[in-house]
């Protein structure tokens, strides 16, 4: 892809790769747009992304290698542990049905699920990671190399 100087051009230049690419209409991308948070880039989709993202507008990704671990987490990982805690909270239940008989087990495990989300929302909430947005690509597009990172938005 040929990139041009023109500002205007080049937002359209790159709202339309990210359209492509996560396969969405253009007209639901804006500026603030947050690839992971917005557009669920993680892992492995996310690198082949901005591998060919670097490539197609000249950008020198080094800067971004550099803290990606900031950006994104690895695919499959918030699946694993989601279910791990959910294993815990049904075991955990039928050890509270028997101590205290109040609820039924799956009562108890429900509860305990419930009351985990709600915790684990709060506390991803308080360790968002800093986003990288569509403003962020056209910049680094425009000058060819990734600039400083900021800090997690509680968006």
């Not at 986003?131 to 509680?154: H, K, M, N």
Request: hydrophobic share 45%; with cysteine; glycine share 8%.
């Amino acid at each position: 892809m040929a990139v041009q100087v023109n500002p205007n051009v080049l937002e359209e230049q790159v709202l339309s790769f990210v359209a492509q690419h996560r396969q969405t209409d253009p007209g639901k991308l804006s500026s603030t747009t947050r690839l992971a948070q917005d557009l669920g880039m993680q892992g492995e989709d996310a690198t082949e992304f901005l591998k060919e993202f670097s490539k197609a507008f000249s950008v020198n990704p080094d800067g971004l290698r550099a803290r990606w671990r900031q950006h994104f987490s690895p695919e499959g990982r918030g699946t694993l542990f989601a279910i791990a805690a959910m294993v815990v909270c049904v075991a955990a239940g039928f050890r509270l049905a028997e101590a205290l008989g109040i609820l039924p087990a799956w009562g108890w495990g429900l509860l305990l699920i419930v009351l985990f989300l709600l915790s684990y929302q709060r506390w991803r909430r308080n360790h968002a990671k800093a986003p990288i947005t569509i403003a962020d690509l056209i910049e680094a597009a425009r000058s060819g190399r990734w600039t400083g990172s900021r800090e997690p938005t509680g968006h």
